[in-house]
């Protein structure tokens, strides 16, 4: 595996790369959850490229930048037992500039995770977008974990006519049902333990419609009575166009949650 | 040559394309200005892509997008006496949905040009970044007449991290010095013969440069008195970056000049 962080050698590698290239961006301290996309992409490409770069431009003032995990050298050793190819490793002033030319999600960027954090989408695309320009992949993969991410990097690559297929990967689980995140670590034992009511709650969500009841109130009522105790910032049920729904719609339907851990904010859906 | 109207059928080309690609993006109207870009893409590249498409996102409201020249049979028969390989003319549909993530030019895109034409620049930048993503051009060719719009697109093209080389073109003058433009026929033949004091204070600007008049107070009163009786909208003094200069830079100044017309506007520049 070769360590790149300048802009010159990457593009230098992938000009001499004419076989399929997999693209796993990602902003480290890699769990579970980024080994299933990177040994996805293993398995589905020639060349395989893997990003850490903790993007300034996707947190918003006052949110966890500079307490974010990072974990350069076990992340190193995990793209190496991958068969990772190239994990680019690039400075913030390598990727960014003073003043840039930027990007503007659309409006459904501002509802749910968008609400809470207004402008996070925007910088989520901007380097993604940068990304993909340098690594021109082949497939680039995504976790369904981060599901209003996944559905505007879908978005992005149709409106702007990026030639990249973007691959949905299933969310990883702890083996009690946490869903993985680099967040994870921050939550104390009881917190995590607590944290187990979030997944419950979906798979609850998933009996009921399996049931055929698909009324969306009456699945977020049970879904809060699971989840009984926490601090909920909000249950939604959407279509893959991140449009409210009232009556769940098999096949085009993800329900999600978003619950509070002190200044925890923990994620979690699933995919109809 | 080839007329290609859908995203798919440029794709299709494009994809069987292993050799330099010469790009010119237009909004038709094609003049000669225009002509000079392709020819010069035609001596330099194996295949030439010309897209005319008038681009809706650059033009305000009460701009005149409707009224804008259309003369697709005119310029058809230019692309082909050009020699052009592939002219790409897509309905706006093709080109944009419902719903889009934008670009958003710097602040820099606010002044000049852009103060009257606040989010002119946006639009300009979201149409060559989609046309672009889908030429893949090795070289793209603009003019300098719209050096704001050029210099926009050189950060864009840096920000994003995008392979292509822009290269940008001089000005085509008519035999009596009036700057090219699609806009031209909009003059009275009385409006057309005053419009030639622009590109005459020009000139003067430039004079007065040869003999090390480098004080911009002077030499921007030395061009308000050669445009007497004109409707100048500004005049302006600035480097590569746009930045408004009080003392001419040698080899990295733009003088620039808006007069209007009635409702046309004409601009015209000269790169020191």
Avoid at 101 to 129: C, M, W
Avoid at 149 to 170: E, G, P, R, T
Avoid at 215 to 244: C, H, P, Q, W
């Amino acid at each position: 595996m070769k360590i790149l962080t300048t802009i010159e050698e990457l593009q230098e590698v992938r000009k001499e790369i004419s076989s399929s290239v997999g693209f796993i961006p990602t902003m480290g301290a890699l769990h579970d959850g980024h080994i299933s996309l990177i040994k996805k992409a293993r398995a589905e490409n020639d060349i395989v490229i893997v990003s850490i770069f903790v993007n300034p431009t996707q947190f918003l003032p006052g949110e966890d930048l500079d307490k974010y995990p990072r974990r350069d050298e076990a992340d190193k050793k995990i793209c190496q037992m991958c068969k990772v190819d190239y994990l680019f490793m690039p400075k913030i002033t390598t990727m960014y500039e003073k003043e840039e030319v930027l990007i503007k999600a659309p409006n459904r960027s501002y509802v749910l995770e968008g609400e809470t954090r207004p402008g996070h989408f925007d910088g989520v695309l901007q380097v993604v977008l940068k990304l993909f320009n340098l690594v021109k992949p082949t497939n680039a993969y995504f976790g369904k974990k981060d599901a209003q991410q996944l559905s505007l990097i879908i978005q992005m690559v149709k409106n702007l006519f990026l030639d990249i297929n973007i691959i949905a990967c299933d969310i990883v689980r702890e083996s009690d049902g946490l869903a993985m995140s680099s967040r994870n670590v921050y939550l104390t034992p009881e917190q995590r333990s607590e944290a187990l009511k979030i997944s419950k709650s979906l798979r609850k969500a998933g009996e009921l419609v399996g049931k055929k009841q698909l009324n969306v109130e009456t699945i977020k009522a049970t879904m809060k009575e699971v989840m009984s105790g926490l601090d909920i910032e909000y249950i939604a049920v959407v279509n893959r166009n991140f449009e409210e729904l009232t009556q769940v719609e098999l096949s085009n339907t993800i329900i999600l949650v978003v619950a509070r851990f002190g200044n925890t904010r923990l994620l979690d859906n699933l995919w109809l």
